[in-house]
């Protein structure tokens, strides 16, 4: 009998170290090939990471830097580098605090060539509202969008136009600086205008299509959001140059590469996965259903899927979408044996949870039932942080110091 849950591990943290940021940041940085001096700022939560691989390769070409990232995602200090943690994913003071030093120290140095290290989590950690708009309001907007079941696209189409920092506004502010940005991809399709909210990228979106969001899932504003989602952002910048050196399609690759290592037949079934998180775990249900007739790929088999479901939180209790997503797969899978599916924020974090995300079986839901506890029930009251626990089924890691999307690895022996 193979070890399914150990097995799915493994890949799963595998391949997380294979798109973890210091040899990506180098081998760009060796391309690049930059001279000082420079000034380095990173957003998101690998900044810490990036900004301390960019740092190995730089040295004292880089005469100041910033980093932005999320609590308890620094690892310690930087040589000529300041560290600040702030929110995520709601924005906090912190962020409005440290985004607005970091202009400051930009304006004061003038620098020529800045290097604009950006990762997942970047639309939260680096902001500024937009005059007139307060971050209360920010908040606000940001809350309600993330638990209408808005698409990560949609959520920042509204966000950059609310900043005077998102959507190529950053870029246009530093100008004539020339913005050299390295991107570690959290956003399907790796839209660069999308990814962080496009702080250094011409922006495609516009206002009509923010107030489209608003109205799609109902979302009423004060008449001063109205007014400052009018505001056009520059659709073309002049002083950009941007690389994205990881993504979701790059880990579900190394997957599969460690998938069939161990013995599976494996394959990507999608790496642009954008759904509801609990309909794409009865959907991968039926597909571990369908592997009892070796389709769609002979067992044993490893099917490999990328992408960031959603949830429309309709209850009142604690997850995330990897493990909304598990839940309803185990529900799916009940007293099935030889079927496995891991589900992981590639980042360690899944939601306001301390979890990854979960690795989940057939016997999940009896372990459950055993609790004392109905899966079904917390599964409609969003609460699968609470039930995986029971299970012992919740997968944590800490942060892992990247975030290219969710990783799901399903296997069937």
Not at 168 to 178: N, T
Not at 345 to 355: E, H, I, N, V, Y
Not at 385 to 400: M, N, Q, R, V
């Amino acid at each position: 009998m193979r070890e399914l849950k150990k097995e799915a591990k493994y890949i799963v943290e595998r391949s997380i170290e294979t798109v973890q940021p210091e040899s990506s940041v180098k081998n760009a940085l060796e391309k690049l090939r930059l001279k000082g001096p420079i000034f380095l700022l990173a957003v998101g939560k690998a900044a810490w990471r990036m900004t301390k691989a960019a740092m190995d390769k730089l040295g004292e070409d880089v005469s100041a830097g910033i980093v932005i990232t999320k609590y308890g995602y620094s690892q310690g200090d930087i040589e000529r580098v300041e560290i600040f943690e702030a929110g995520h994913p709601i924005l906090d003071r912190k962020t409005v605090e440290a985004t607005d030093y970091a202009l400051k120290r930009i304006e004061e140095l003038k620098p020529e060539k800045i290097l604009f290290l950006i990762s997942g989590g970047g639309s939260a950690l680096f902001e500024k509202p937009l005059e007139g708009v307060m971050l209360e309001d920010l908040v606000d907007v940001n809350n309600r969008l993330l638990r209408s079941g808005a698409s990560i696209v949609e959520i920042n189409t509204v966000r950059k136009h609310l900043s005077s920092v998102k959507g190529g506004r950053f870029a246009k502010l530093v100008s004539p600086s020339q913005v050299y940005t390295l991107v570690l991809s959290d956003v399907l399709g790796d839209r660069l205008d999308s990814i962080a909210s496009g702080p250094a990228y011409p922006d495609s979106s516009t206002s009509d299509q923010a107030l489209a969001v608003l109205e799609k899932y109902a979302i009423d504003v004060d008449s001063r959001i109205i007014e400052a989602l009018m505001v056009e952002t520059p659709d073309r910048l002049f002083n950009v140059q941007t690389e994205i050196i990881g993504s979701v399609a790059r880990v579900c690759e190394s997957a599969a590469t460690f998938a069939r290592e161990i013995g599976y037949n494996a394959t990507i079934l999608t790496t642009s996965l954008d759904c509801e998180a609990r309909d794409a775990g009865v959907f991968l249900a039926s597909i571990a259903r369908e592997e009892a007739h070796n389709r769609p790929v002979e067992k044993p088999a490893a099917l490999i899927i990328g992408g960031e479901t959603v949830v429309h939180v309709r209850g009142r209790g604690l997850g995330g979408r990897c493990q909304e997503l598990a839940l309803a797969f185990a529900l799916g899978i009940e007293e099935m044996s030889g079927v496995t599916l891991a589900c992981v924020g590639t980042d360690g974090t899944d939601g306001p949870t301390d979890a990854a995300g979960a690795i989940v079986d057939g016997r999940t839901v009896q372990k459950m039932l055993d609790a004392g506890i109905d899966p079904q029930l917390f599964l409609l009251d969003n609460d699968s942080y609470h039930a995986l626990e029971k299970s012992g089924d919740l997968f944590i890691t800490g942060p892992t110091g990247t975030n290219v999307n969710d990783l799901i690895v399903l296997l069937c022996e």
